[in-house]
């Protein structure tokens, strides 16, 4: 990344899209806007536009076509903390992945966002 992980604390870091075909998505993104792709298994792909990554996940693309926005925290707890206490809502618990861990949450509009560290 080149900068300091820390430097990220609760900034966004991370863009994920719901697509029915990845290959397709892959195919559209990279011809229009010269992104290149990493795999990590067929229901998941990582883009990279040169400067920022996101990901294409296989499942049912979000009818307002809407991204999932993720977030870097350097605490997962006291983040989770102080999103439950003004009025958020954990909707997916903590769980790993390769590269660390992250959770799932509704801020007071409904929209879901997500948090991740690498620890």
Partial sequence: MGEEISN???????????????????EFYGSVFG????????????????HMKGGFETGVPDAGGGALVVLYGNDLDDIQKQIETAGGAIVK????FPGGRRFHF?????YE???WTKS
Avoid: H, Q
Wanted: aromatic share 18%; glycine share 6%.
């Fill in 8 to 26: 990220l604390d609760r900034t966004i870091n991370y863009v994920e899209f719901k697509v029915a075909d990845i290959a397709r998505a892959r």
């Fill in 35 to 50: 992104w290149t792709f990493t795999d990590y298994g067929p229901d998941y792909c990582e883009f990279s536009d040169g």
């Fill in 93 to 96: 618990p903590v769980f790993e």
């Fill in 106 to 110: 509704t801020d007071l509009d409904g």
């Fill in 113 to 115: 966002l997500a948090v």
